[in-house]
């Protein structure tokens, strides 16, 4: 099983705050996706990273691949309400035929 | 249309019953996925299907078995309910394994007492 740690576990803001989210590893890995999953559905797919150091926006959403693909951060500017959700990484491995997820990030944006 | 369908949604049932989840993609999509997640939100692979062949099958109590009529269901029957069974099941499809994007559908709570 690997070992896919995010950070913080938990984390509650203000509206219109910054944060950066984190998943850690100690495996190298081919490529991450980033999801998130509201209450009540299934995750849905932010974001694939692919080469390290990769960086991709996705509106206020910042997300970057560690320079040696064992890691990486998902930074959001000026959070809003229905940025609440639980954030999960998801990286893979060559020749890999599934994806195993990380232990998530519990985000609550306060109106 | 929504793309991973399962049902039902939510399942209440007793200790030592029997029970089937149900799961339909109409992505054309050559691999699905059985997911538990916990209650802590842990999600966690059970089995993943490539063109009705079952790929992987992490440890998981023989009480569960995942069937694939074709490639574009994936139904989990679980036998002798237990109450540590009690979790959310996410369905969940590729268009191939590894990078590829995962699908979900919406969930199916069970919840056995």
């Known amino acids: 099983t690997q070992l896919l740690e995010q950070s913080p576990q938990f984390l509650s803001i203000q509206e219109g705050e910054n944060l950066t989210v984190y998943c850690n590893s100690s495996s190298v890995f081919s490529s991450l996706q980033w999801y998130r999953q509201e209450p009540g559905e299934g995750p849905v797919l932010l974001v694939t990273?692919?080469?390290?150091?990769e960086v991709k926006k996705l509106k206020r959403l910042t997300f970057q691949f560690g320079d040696a693909r064992k890691d990486s951060s998902l930074h959001i500017t000026a959070a809003q309400p229905g940025d609440t959700g639980l954030y999960l990484c998801?990286?893979?491995?060559?020749?890999?035929?599934?994806?195993?997820f990380g232990t998530g990030t519990r985000l609550t944006v306060i109106p | 249309d929504t793309a991973v369908s399962q049902t039902p949604k939510y399942l209440v049932t007793q200790m030592g019953n029997d029970k089937s989840i149900k799961c339909e993609q109409n992505l054309g999509h050559d691999t699905m996925y059985w997911y538990k997640q916990d209650s802590k939100k842990f999600l966690k692979i059970m089995f993943s299907?490539?063109?009705?062949?079952?790929?992987i099958n992490e440890t998981v109590p023989n009480r569960f078995s995942p069937k694939s009529p074709d490639k574009a269901h994936l139904n989990l029957h679980i036998n002798s309910l237990e109450l540590g069974d009690s979790a959310v099941y996410f369905c969940?499809?590729?268009?191939?394994?590894?990078?590829?994007?995962?699908?979900f559908g919406n969930g199916t709570r069970l919840t056995v007492t």
């Open positions: 998801a990286p893979s491995k060559t020749g890999a035929n599934n994806l195993f």
């Open positions: 990273v692919v080469t390290g150091g």
């Open positions: 299907y490539n063109n009705k062949e079952l790929i």
């Open positions: 969940a499809s590729s268009q191939e394994g590894g990078r590829s994007p995962l699908h």
